[in-house]
């Protein structure tokens, strides 16, 4: 913002004087610059210097009527600012991320903040709210979570909703470099076959599936009957889909990609093997018509390709499992089993890896089961179950020794 001299140009003439522009004499001679309260940038003529210098100034002090935001957009809350928001982004998103967004945003910024006007949040609040998330989440989820709120927050920045954004003094590096990515709890043996004891046997190939080949869960939902999943004669896992569901995009349910870079190739376990070949004869695969877009989603304007697929596991009326139903079976299993509430299915992925840690295999055929897009990712999520090789001391000294022995007993012929 600025107070500009609408009859006078910057430059002078050759004795000096202020050189006359086209405009002199013809409008108000003064004009300011400003942001208004929707945040676009526009001016306002004035005929006096201090009229347009007070303006300037007040324009700058966000008391001028023509900045002032509206009461109460100042008291909004952030669960209606963010749905706002969110409405506003949408537009050109794919509608499998909208879907993203909108779970984020409900079940870890809104449930947090709903209530609370924008205005309200502080960096104390945001430096909490982190602290509470990395109780629950892995490092990665936290800070995807944490740029949607910094998104949003800056959004109202811009907005004039708040003045700055209490994300900007939040060094999210800085704060989980002293959180330990490795896993809050990982089940023992025991802890494994209390589990394979109390659930029904036609989910026993699952939990060797994530136990015994480090498959998540969606992956195991998504397995089907056919060497498409699993060759027998090969002895190998593909690890080529999950099952996802999306109501909008595909009608429900679906098959897409696993995690990003997942995709891949691994050995079957021999006892795997067997539980898979006992549990095909004693609970066939169901087949249900399901959207595949493990190629790649379909172009705009067209449909996902439809394939009848041969399920492993399904719900007692033969469909695909929702994530709620089998959150409410493994809470009751979990609970059976004397698991603490941290234990997840995802645990038995962990208890897999650090089984394969612990019994002596390599990093890299470790991150080869695991299918991690790179061993650092490996290495530093099981960082405490990596053995710790002996240390050899004084190998210098040792070598000279060794040598100056050698000369003495050549100098004495000995």
Known sequence: MAVQDLWYLKRRDASG??????????RMRYRVRYIDASGKSTT?????KGDADAFDLAARAGTAPEVKLDQSEKRISFGEYAERWRVSRSIGQSLEYQDHVRSCLRNHLVSA????????ITVTDVLEWIAKQLTAAAQSSVRTRFNLLNAVLNAAVIDKVIPDNPCKAVRLSAVLRGFSQAPKWVPTSEDVLALL????????????????QGMRLGEVLGMEAGTRCVDYLAREVHVVQQLRFHAKQYGGFY???PKSGSVGDVDLDDQVAVILAEHLRAHPPVTVELPDITAGPPDAGKSAPVREVG???????????QDQRWSEMWMTWRSAAGWPEEGAFHSLRHYFATTLITQG????????????????????????????SERRRSIVSAVLNDADGKRRRSATGT
């Open 17 to 26: 004087k202020r050189v006359k522009s086209d405009l002199h004499g013809k």
């Open 361 to 388: 295999a390599d990093p890299t055929e470790v991150q080869k089961a695991l299918r991690h897009r790179n061993l650092r990712t490996t290495l530093e999520t099981y960082v405490h179950w990596w053995p710790k």
């Open 311 to 321: 399920l492993l596991f399904t719900n007692e009326n033969g469909r695909p499992i």
């Open 44 to 48: 306002k003529a004035f005929e006096k």
């Open 197 to 212: 004891d109390v659930l029904p046997d036609q989910f026993a190939a699952a939990i060797w599936l994530g136990a015994g």
């Open 255 to 257: 098959l897409g990609p």
């Open 113 to 120: 903040f709903d209530k609370r006007p924008v205005r309200a």
